[in-house]
C-alpha cells in the first residue's frame, strides 16, 4: 500500500512563506513525477508545479518566480517553498505522485493567506 501524506500547511500573512512537505510511504519500486496542486472553494483543482524524477520543473504562470518545487529522491519527499504568498493562493494544496506506475493523491493540506 503506497501513502502520500502532506504537511506544512497553516495560516500566514500576505507576503509571508510556507514550505510544504509531502512524504511517500509504502512499497515502492518507483516514483516518477511528483507534483503539487490545489483547489479553492468553488473551483477545480489546478496544477501548481511538477518535477520529474530527473529534476525538470514545471509551474504554472501564477506561481512562477515565487514558488519552488524540489524532491528528495533518498527520502521519497517532495517539497513546495512558497514565498511572497497572496490571499488568492489560499487553497487545499495535494501531493500527487506515479509511484510504481500507478498514480496516487495525498489527503490535502490547507494554505490560507490572510490580507
Known amino acids: 500500500q503506497v501513502q502520500l501524506v502532506e504537511s506544512g500547511g497553516g495560516l500566514v500573512q500576505a507576503g509571508g512563506s510556507l514550505r510544504l512537505s509531502c512524504a511517500v510511504s509504502?512499497?515502492?519500486?518507483?516514483?516518477?513525477?511528483m507534483a503539487w496542486y490545489r483547489q479553492a472553494p468553488g473551483k477545480q483543482r489546478d496544477l501548481v508545479a511538477s518535477?520529474?524524477?530527473?529534476?525538470?520543473?514545471n509551474y504554472a504562470d501564477s506561481v512562477k518566480g515565487r514558488f519552488t518545487i524540489s524532491r528528495d529522491n533518498a527520502k521519497n519527499t517532495v517539497y513546495l517553498q512558497m514565498n511572497s504568498l497572496k490571499p488568492e493562493d489560499t487553497a487545499v494544496y495535494y501531493c500527487?505522485?506515479?509511484?510504481?506506475?500507478?498514480?496516487?493523491w495525498g489527503q490535502g493540506t490547507q494554505v490560507t493567506v490572510s490580507s
Open positions: 518535477i520529474t524524477s530527473g529534476g525538470t520543473t
Open positions: 509504502g512499497s515502492i519500486f518507483s516514483i516518477n513525477v
Open positions: 500527487r505522485s506515479l509511484v510504481n506506475y500507478a498514480n496516487y
